[in-house]
């Protein structure tokens, strides 16, 4: 005699065969979770050792256990969601559970290794001879340029190009890339590693993540240097198309830190139209000089405001940065290029306080068309193979 229960988990099977053709199998599911990616890691997290448990049911139900990294986890819901959706997708598939559990100390030392090696001290990626992330350190002489925003823009439009974009909010001082970005997300730590949340695409890392409220950071030098060197190696980055570093006005001690730090980044100047900031952002890209960095170009902020009518005010001037571009290009013996010119709008200022770059919330609108404009040319720049070793004896051989 055949159970009323059994009668049932048997007309479930028999209805999932007939209408997918199909009974769903572990190994199907395990399949798909292949294709889902740890949001913070961005690897399939059936490599990284997520996956604890595949059950799959008599009445064609399937329970998955998924470790995560922390109890505290900030991408928890996240996770179990891309993992619910993945499962249900699998033909013959009924209802989806989906339990999260935690690693042990074991877990994370074998996913740190795994990820990272197992080296005693962790190294800056940036700067290893076959990294092909290229790496803009956005620089000015002088504050209130909108440095930031530019950073911020930029690295949104390169997100949505498809590229995989990383931001450092290396202005530790005067920190705002959360802000701009619309997060207040705090990264996530397993072991010595570092997983930098995301937002429109874009990783981001800030000492604003580290501090309470809006407390001042109160750092002399050597301290600044350890946060950078911090910031750079014991963050998991991933596989960066690009790394945009946000600088501290000026030519102080993080700029020199960076040259240190990453000798390979290369100097994005902004400036605005004055004559004054022109001429202190000509000292800030002139610092390569020094340093023996490449200028990448120079961008032109507040350039003007367009009224109304269609016409046009300059309430700071005009052609400073096509100076700045002229004076460097003497200065560094290379041609240096004014990538672009951003005007003044009130568009551009409301996505930085609201955290939605412009290139996002008004992608048409004239600030939003210019940077992105400098976008499409930094997109364009291929990945270098500056610093690599190509295997080959330049002996000269009789």
């Not at 033909?91 to 996913?111: K, S």
């Not at 309470?212 to 600044?224: A, F």
Request: charged content about 20%; some cysteine; proline content about 6%.
């Amino acid at each position: 005699m055949v159970s009323r229960a059994s009668g049932t988990v048997r007309r479930t099977v028999k209805l999932a065969l007939m209408t997918t053709g199909v009974v769903p199998t572990e190994s199907a599911v395990r399949a798909a979770l292949s294709k889902v990616n740890d949001p913070e890691i961005g690897k399939p997290i059936t490599d990284l050792g997520m996956v604890k448990s595949i059950d799959v049911n008599d009445d064609a139900s399937v329970d998955v256990v998924i470790y995560l990294t922390t109890s505290g986890c900030p991408m928890r819901t996240e996770i179990s969601g891309r993992v619910e959706n993945a499962a249900a997708d699998v033909p013959g598939v009924g209802a989806v559970r989906v339990e999260l559990d935690v690693m042990d100390d074991e877990q994370r030392t074998e996913l740190r290794k795994k990820l990272r090696g197992d080296k005693a001290d962790p190294v800056i990626p940036f700067a290893q001879p076959g990294s092909l992330t290229r790496v803009y350190a956005v620089a000015s002489g002088k504050g209130g340029v909108g440095k930031s925003s530019v950073t911020v823009n930029l690295a949104t439009a390169l997100a949505e190009r498809g590229l995989t974009v990383g931001v450092l909010d290396a202005d530790i001082y005067g920190h705002s890339v959360p802000r701009m970005l619309g997060s207040d997300a705090k990264p996530t730590q397993v072991e010595r590693m570092i997983m930098p949340p995301m937002s429109h695409g874009v990783k981001f890392i800030s000492i604003g993540q580290f501090t309470d409220g809006n407390t001042p950071v109160t750092w002399r030098g050597p301290m600044l240097h350890r946060a950078l060197q911090q910031f750079l190696a014991d963050v998991y980055w991933g596989d960066l198309d690009v790394l945009l570093l946000d600088l501290p006005p000026g030519t102080g001690d993080v700029a020199i830190s960076i040259a240190q730090l990453i000798p390979g980044a290369e100097i994005l100047v902004v400036t605005t139209p004055q004559q004054a900031a022109a001429e202190v952002a000509e000292r800030a890209g002139a610092i390569a000089l020094q340093t023996r960095q490449k200028i990448l170009g120079v961008v032109e902020n507040m350039s003007w405001m367009e009224l109304p009518d269609g016409s046009r005010m300059e309430p700071f001037g005009s052609g400073g940065g096509e100076k700045v571009a002229e004076r460097l290009t003497k200065a560094v013996g290379a041609p240096v290029e004014l990538l672009g010119q951003v005007p003044l709008e009130t568009s551009l200022r409301e996505g930085g306080d609201n955290g939605v770059p412009v290139v996002t919330s008004a992608p048409d609108s004239a600030s939003g068309s210019a940077l992105r404009a400098i976008a499409d040319k930094l997109a364009v720049r291929r990945r270098g193979l500056a610093g690599m070793s190509l295997g080959i004896d330049t002996t000269r051989h009789e």
